[in-house]
């Protein structure tokens, strides 16, 4: 009876840590957590960050500057495939997330971190590799922004903030 009772309980607890796993790995399928809005950082398990220096992907844009208001397009080029991102626009002053994304790719979706719409994520786990935004200026002049990328290209392989260039605020003194 004692042994059955043992078995029966392994069997409840595996199973219980099974589903939290499942349930775990099938919640960043659709997109990064809000727990990543700070840092940008998968919460994956046993997740491997590579160099940021050494990566496939880069973050573009046309314009050198904008002003407030502006739409500005960004795009992300990859020599390789990948399954999720995590895209915001940040002031160069103070690392703060700014403006929001007006325009999505297939396979993206807005993710409300601070302001609606100012994150854009991955909305399933098909594979990726050159995708196009639009990003929208606040009214509010605030200073010179870089757009800045984390790419997951498998579940334990990421890279973190990859950044584009500075994109100026225009009519600055």
Not at 78 to 93: E, N, P
Request: net charge positive; aromatic share 12%; with cysteine.
């Amino acid at each position: 009876m004692e042994d059955g009772g043992r078995a029966h309980t392994a069997i409840v607890g595996w199973a219980c840590t099974t589903l939290c796993l499942v349930s775990y790995v099938a919640a960043f399928s659709q997109g990064a957590s809000l727990s990543a809005c700070t840092d940008m950082m998968p919460r994956h398990l046993r997740v491997q960050l590579h160099s940021s220096n050494n990566n496939y992907v880069s973050v573009h844009t046309n314009m050198s500057f904008y002003f407030p208001g502006d739409k500005v397009p960004v795009t992300v080029r990859s020599t390789r495939d990948y399954m999720g991102f995590m895209l915001q626009a940040r002031k160069v002053s103070n690392n703060e997330i700014a403006g929001t994304f007006i325009f999505l790719p297939p396979g993206a979706k807005l993710l409300t971190c601070f302001e609606d719409g100012d994150t854009v994520t991955h909305s399933d786990k098909s594979l990726k590799r050159n995708l196009s935004f639009v990003w929208k200026a606040p009214d509010q002049p605030i200073g010179d922004i870089k757009f800045f990328i984390s790419i997951v290209q498998s579940y334990f392989v990421y890279w973190a903030k990859i950044e584009s260039v500075v994109v100026a605020q225009g009519g600055q003194n």
